[in-house]
Structure formats: C-alpha cells, structure tokens
C-alpha cells in the first residue's frame, strides 16, 4: 500500500548503516515518520536538510509498520542553515513540531504557514515577526490559543494593549489602568492581533516573543526541553540580527 504527499523535511535520526527514521509534516497527514534507506549519502542528505519540500511517497505491508520513504525534491531551504540566525531558528521550529505535533493528524493550515515561513526566511526581508505569528498559530492548532480578539473585561475590540499570562486573553489599555494586577499583564505587540504579514519594529518583536514564550513554556515546552533550549538560544540570536 502507497501514498503520496508533499512534505516539509523536519529532523532525521540515523538507523542502521546508511538509513535514517525521519519525521515529515506532510500536507494531507500531519506529522508522519518513515524509513529513508541511503539518507546518509552526499546526495539523500541534500534531499533531507531540515525544512526541504518533497513529495513524499510512503510505502509499507502492515498498517503498524514503519514506512519506508521514496522522496523527491521541490524546493530547497538547505541555505537557510548558513546564516546564524535563520540556522537558530529552523533548527529551533523542526524539533519542535517533530516533538509537538500529534501523529498522523491532518494539519494543512500549519503546514501551509510553516512553508510561508520558510519562504520568507530564505527571502532576504525581515521575517521575525512572521516567525512570533507562526508561533501564536502553533499554539492555535494544538488547543492552546491566545483570544487575542477583544477585551476579556469590557468585550471591546480597541485599545487592545496587554494579555493575561493567566489565560491568554487580551486586556485594553483603559481597563488595566490603576488596577493592581495591571504589571503581570504581558505587552500585546500589535501586529501580533492581526492577520496581517507585516514587519514589525524590532521592540514589538521582542515583546511578541516574550508573549508567545510564555505559553510555550507552559504548555509545550514541558514535553520538549530541547526545543525549549534550542529556542533560547535562537531568541539570544535574532537579538544580534541587524
């Protein structure tokens, strides 16, 4: 039994001689793994670096199997890991969608924007503030979503300045002020409340990180201590990035 799927390339762990056991987010899947047999040859290598596009096509005789994997591939984000801050931060994004996701669930809204992502990253522009959104989407597509629509208290849509660290709601400016629980609220970025794919200034980016980190922390990062670790060390890195 086969299928095929276009892939984006996440982490590869070595199995056996010359193969490798390597996770995908596919786009009609979700997160799958797979045998590559040869992946660590000159040329396999080149297919599997981390955030490659492929089709992937999945092979095996029993449904418990591990499959075997036939790639081939479409767009290549290999350059991404010659740059210190773009390296950080891929490194940073695979192993954390390889530990987070669920097996086998269909994701193709984050599939999408992960792909988006890369595409700017490899860009040439400025893609931090896209890289703090795909962080808020992830935490939206694993049930741990910001409201950052409209006001917890007041039910309004304007002025939204702050969220609680409590519960990821968003909090106006006006209902905060001169209550005595206003300094835990986290800074709201506002191009983190939008839909947009605008660049952000460098101190909203900061703030937007130090938001969505808060609830990586809390609900992810618990079951995944070295992406937690990988992404310190990718924040430590963009604050160095021109």
Do not use: I
Request: proline share 5%; net charge neutral.
């Amino acid at each position: 039994m086969e299928r095929s799927d276009d892939a984006l390339v996440l982490t590869a762990l070595p199995h056996g001689e010359h193969g490798a056991v390597v996770r995908f987010l596919s786009l009609g899947s979700g997160l799958v793994a797979a045998y590559v047999h040869g992946a660590r040859s000159r040329r396999r290598r080149s297919d599997l670096a981390p955030g490659n596009r492929v089709r992937l096509t999945l092979g095996s005789r029993l449904a418990d199997q591990l499959p075997t994997a036939r790639l081939e591939a479409l767009a290549s984000r290999a350059l991404l890991a010659f740059a210190p801050g773009t390296a950080a931060v891929l490194d940073y994004l695979v192993q954390l969608l390889a530990a987070a996701l669920p097996e086998g669930e269909a994701q193709p809204d984050l599939y999408q924007r992960f792909d988006g992502l890369l595409d700017r990253m490899g860009g040439g522009g400025d893609w931090r503030a896209a890289m703090v959104r795909f962080e808020r989407d992830l935490l939206a597509g694993l049930g741990f979503g910001l409201d950052l629509s409209c006001c917890a208290l007041t039910g309004r849509a304007d002025d939204l300045g702050f969220v609680s660290p409590r519960t990821g709601r968003a909090v106006s400016r006006k209902a905060a002020q001169g209550q005595p629980w206003a300094g835990r609220l986290l800074p709201l970025p506002a191009f983190l409340a939008d839909d947009g794919d605008a660049a952000a200034a460098e101190a909203d980016v900061a703030a937007g990180l130090a938001l969505t980190g808060q609830f990586l922390a809390r609900h992810l990062f618990p079951d995944c201590p070295r992406a937690a670790a990988l992404r310190a060390e990718a924040v430590a890195r963009l604050a160095r990035v021109p």
